[in-house]
């Protein structure tokens, strides 16, 4: 059956150009689009769709957690800007101003936010008094922007979409939890419903938020072996609450500035599951993710009743809370084969006259290939065990690339000769310093990605130094 | 019970200053909060829930109707801004400009969207080549900004949040039964969900979107008998098209110029919620949006059990998919009813030791403030009916208000002297001539709201110029 299948819209293969690989699915699996203002993207409907069910997933655990969302002004002046020093020094050299409002100029300038930790600290400072007001768990779903010089679909837009968090808290522990709650949720989310592995750890000191205390962070491993930092979450402490005159009166009517945490993931997400399951033919859509998780293609429709078989295993399957698409089309099957393979639909149903005649249809799976033949009785209950099957395989694939291409590595020689031959993460000792972060930078090209929690000891001495290790630290190559 | 009720958060009569009583609901109930920057305002959670049920509601049917969502770039090129003459000239002048990103200044400014019209033509014009691409059918839930003078909580805001959608399709036909549907839908969900009746019409040329051929409207009347114009979709004809350089090939693959609606509805609607229904003891929700409909507050609740009750009852709510919430904070019966009332809840659901001797608890109606004691065998059932009663008792109530304040007039001098004792809508014959609606608007401060689908024959002659008259209009003071 479909021998004649073609190729519609070949794509560079990954091992040729990997960066033209990501950029053909990009476009031809419709997800974005350019537009006249560099580094500005269109996220078109198939992309947006992937937004939409990661929006839809995050946001019922944010609510699940106490959360609640909020809208803040897009618009913030410099002034407020400046509030946090350290905050300011990251984001002001990256920031876009509005200088006039119609035809008038502005006494003071304003930027699109990059962040929004100044305005919701200046809204917290409004409504925080008491103890009673405490926490405070706000998130909301939003664009930033970034005026950045380069860009690339998904990874590095100038404007992107994003939730971020900002809770404030009586007790630095309550802020430390709730930091670390998020960073759980969103582990939880990425190898569950995205089906890629995380490793968790803490950022260095180097690479943690502007006015950050402490950043945690979720790095994931691409094709490429590059490193893509999935989500963060943020301890701040009270420094910004010092800094935009937060206070409340604990029980005792004594007052104090509250703690605080920021978290966010964004759109960058969508370019890791393309980077972490696609492969030559298109993308690779985890199922729990997948805009479309089935789609059903009569064969040889002009036969009398394929069109309407079709539908109807399309109808049971949306009956039972599966997102399913009929194609019917005057495509040929080969086209529409291409099509839905390209944009990385996990199980393909195939109906015709002679599938009919013996009550079966056919089922493919996007992630190997795969083709059962499938007794129409059973319809619901195979493609329900085949979508947790292609998920669960997706995410072993997935990892067995994460841990074959992370090297425990005991000197820089080490280091440098498996960044050369292998890519990868590589796993050192570290006295703590940010002298050894810059050497290895300098000498293997790797930045430190995070300190992961799950620690081996590797050596009683820092690599790099010589120095007494503290801990062991994930090395890698990074988007 | 709760004899000791008092108001902790007294607000100002809508008799006595109409415009302050509608501020303090908006800060007293926690809807809204100011920012440093004017005409900007925060969402606060209670707020932007109202809103996050609006949004799932209508995208609901946006999706059940074929449409599809897409987030497009906030910043717009100037030059792509004025390639639709009427359209700059109706925008440009409240547009906020970018001029500066990072420490560089741009070759070309930038301006925050106040609408988005320019870029969907710009992405149509890369993406539609044929027959096979149309329909386009896109929305997309975002921020628009625009420039104004005066602000005020969600009736006018420099930003505010909205939908907008945007339409192509191969012939005008199509497009216009796109833009009527939509209005549809708007007047459906404002009546059906806000519980605030609507008159549906068309906009005079003086009065339609900048651009469009024909805009449609759905018109609401406030407690203060003034409009406002809660939704507008709109008709462009292949104007757009021809501007941007759309184009697609028929199936005889002859070029042609695709027909372009849009249509939109803003966080407005929030501000119609609070004017249509509140009340001097705060806001009033429609149960259908009401982010709680119903609280259960317990009564004594330090006595054994009452605390357990209370979360009983809520959970057996919650069970049955209600919106519900528990209060067991320290703080007085008194001052949960006035805070809960305050917020418009529709029902409040009270069990103290008493109820839980005799099986029941006590319904309060937030609209009409009757009591009802309930068996709690029929909770579910009885807050069922009672959501739906309320509902409809509010639309009622708004639809008087709207049909006691529309008069029929046949001279201008009626007109004035209805609007000067009376207030609300006039309906006058009219010639369809720009010089009678600004003779109104001078002689009677009225502008057109619309055209009315449901037209009467009220004479033959408009009252103004003593010319034929062509249709019926209907006059009004507008927000």
């Given amino acids: 059956m479909a021998k004649e299948k073609k190729k519609v819209q070949a794509i560079t293969s990954m091992d040729v150009d990997f960066t033209q690989w990501y950029t053909d699915i990009c476009t031809k699996a419709e997800l974005i689009d350019y537009t006249s203002v560099k ?31 909020v809208a803040m002004p897009t618009l913030i002046p410099e002034s407020l800007l400046q509030k946090e020093k350290d905050h300011v020094e990251g984001f002001a050299p990256e920031c876009a101003w509005v200088t006039h409002g119609g035809s008038e100029k502005l006494e003071e300038r304003l930027c699109i936010r990059p962040t929004s930790e100044t305005v919701f600290c200046d809204h917290y400072s409004h409504i925080v008094h008491s103890w009673r007001d405490l926490p405070k768990k706000y998130n909301q779903w939003c664009s930033v922007l970034r005026w950045e010089k380069t860009s690339r679909p998904f990874l590095r837009h100038r404007e992107f979409l994003w939730q971020e968090g900002h809770t404030l808290h009586a007790t630095a522990e309550e802020a430390i939890a709730e930091t670390e709650q998020m960073l759980e949720i969103y582990a939880d989310f990425c190898e569950n419903v995205l089906a890629m592995p995380v490793v968790k750890g803490i950022k260095t000191d180097k690479e943690k938020f502007s006015g950050a205390e402490r950043t945690y962070t979720i790095e994931c491993m691409m094709h490429d072996k590059k490193a893509l930092q999935s989500g963060t979450s943020h301890y701040f402490g009270d420094g910004f609450a010092k800094a935009f005159d937060i206070t409340f009166a604990d029980k005792n009517n004594q007052l104090s500035h509250p703690h605080q945490t920021s978290w966010g993931v964004s759109t960058r997400m969508i370019g890791g599951i393309i980077m972490t399951h696609g492969d030559d033919n298109g993308l690779i859509l985890p199922p729990r993710i997948a805009p479309i998780q089935v789609v059903v293609l009569p064969i040889a429709q002009h036969k009398p009743g394929v069109i309407e078989a079709a539908q109807g295993l399309a109808d049971r399957l949306a009956a039972q809370g599966v997102r399913v698409k009929t194609d019917v089309s005057d495509q040929s099957p080969g086209w529409k084969f291409a099509e839905y393979e390209m944009k990385g639909v996990p199980l393909r149903v195939e109906i015709g006259p002679k599938d009919m005649e013996k009550n079966q249809c056919v089922i493919a799976r996007r992630d190997t290939g795969e083709k059962y033949f499938v007794s129409l009785d059973e319809l619901e209950s195979k493609v329900a065990e085949l979508l947790d099957a292609v998920h669960e395989h997706m995410f072993q694939r997935a990892k067995r690339n994460l841990e074959e291409n992370t090297y425990p590595c005991t000197s820089v020689e080490e280091v440098k000769e498996k960044m050369a031959t292998q890519g990868g993460f590589a796993k050192t000792m570290w006295c703590g310093d940010l002298a050894c972060e810059l050497y290895m930078k300098e000498n293997c090209g790797v930045t430190s990605r995070c300190i992961p929690f799950e620690q081996e000891q590797l050596g009683d001495t820092c690599p790099i130094c010589g120095k007494p290790a503290k801990k062991m630290i994930i090395w890698g190559v990074a988007y």
Same sequence: chains 1, 2.
């Fill in 39 to 69: 580094g500005m993207f269109i996220l078109r409907p198939y992309g947006y769709a992937i937004w939409e069910n990661i929006q839809a997933g995050l946001d019922k655990e944010f609510k699940r957690t106490g959360h609640e969302n």
